[in-house]
């Protein structure tokens, strides 16, 4: 069982920046492939980003291309989505997930094996 918890959500005003951190249990955090997710209110799922086990290839939706970038610490079990330059069409809850094992990017939230509770992130205009 991996359990996946995120931080760093909060309030920002258009144009601001912050970073979400996702802490991973497990002893093979480097084995897994990692992203995240969003969902506005009243909105399905959405893919923002994700990562390979060996953060060497990353994947990203089209809206964010250029503002978001995933990364990995394997010694610390965490991956990291930097936001910055945040719209307010941004808010949502943002929700980690991970695939365990898997050697490249997984893209579809079926595949995801665990996820985490979300964090909340609000963009003021």
């Known amino acids: 069982q991996v359990q996946l918890v995120e931080s760093g959500g909060g309030l920002v005003q258009a144009g601001g920046s912050l970073r979400l951190s996702c802490a991973a249990s497990g002893r093979t955090f480097s084995t897994y492939a990692m992203g995240w997710f969003r969902q506005a209110p009243e909105k399905e799922r959405e893919f923002v980003a994700a990562i390979d086990w060996s953060g060497t290839t990353t994947f990203y939706t089209d809206s964010v291309k250029g503002r978001f970038t995933i990364s990995r610490g394997n010694a610390k079990n965490t991956v990291y989505l930097q936001m910055n330059s945040l719209k307010p069409e941004d808010t949502a809850v943002y929700y980690c997930?991970?695939?365990?094992?898997?050697?490249?990017?997984?893209?579809?939230?079926?595949?995801?094996?665990?996820w985490g509770q979300g964090t909340q992130v609000t963009v003021s205009s």
């Open positions: 997930a991970a695939k365990t094992p898997a050697r490249s990017i997984v893209i579809g939230p079926r595949q995801y094996d665990y």
